[in-house]
């Protein structure tokens, strides 16, 4: 059975740095996508970033230039840098795996970014 457990999360002051962490238990071969969504309050959950094992990345246009996603496929994990953080990238995020045909979500942990 896969799980993912996330690690990372916490408060930063606005133009500070965080790195978020994803790690995939149980057996996972290629292909397989991981990725981060992120749902602030009163919102609808929306993506930040995606990788497959083969490392295509796609971001959503409000963090490229500032978030990397980047994963270690012998460990199963992916990463999101966050950089230059807003206030608006508050929410809490949560890690996904796409793996045959199945959605895997993580519990999610809370980034704050105060003004």
């Known amino acids: 059975q896969v799980q993912l457990v996330e690690s990372g999360g916490g408060l930063v002051q606005a133009g500070g740095s965080l790195r978020l962490s994803c790690a995939a238990s149980?057996?996972?071969?290629?292909?397989?996508?991981m990725g981060w969504y992120r749902q602030a309050p009163g919102k609808q959950r929306e993506l930040v970033a995606t990788?497959?094992?083969?490392?295509?990345?796609n971001y959503a246009p409000s963090v490229k230039g500032r978030f990397t996603i980047s994963r270690d496929n012998a460990k199963n994990t992916v990463y999101l840098q966050m950089n230059s953080l807003k206030p608006e990238d508050t929410a809490v995020y949560s890690c996904?795996?796409?793996?045959?045909?199945?959605?895997?979500w993580g519990q999610g942990t809370q980034v704050t970014v105060s003004s």
């Open positions: 149980g057996t996972i071969f290629s292909p397989n996508a």
């Open positions: 996904q795996l796409i793996y045959e045909l199945a959605v895997y």
């Open positions: 990788i497959t094992s083969g490392g295509s990345a």
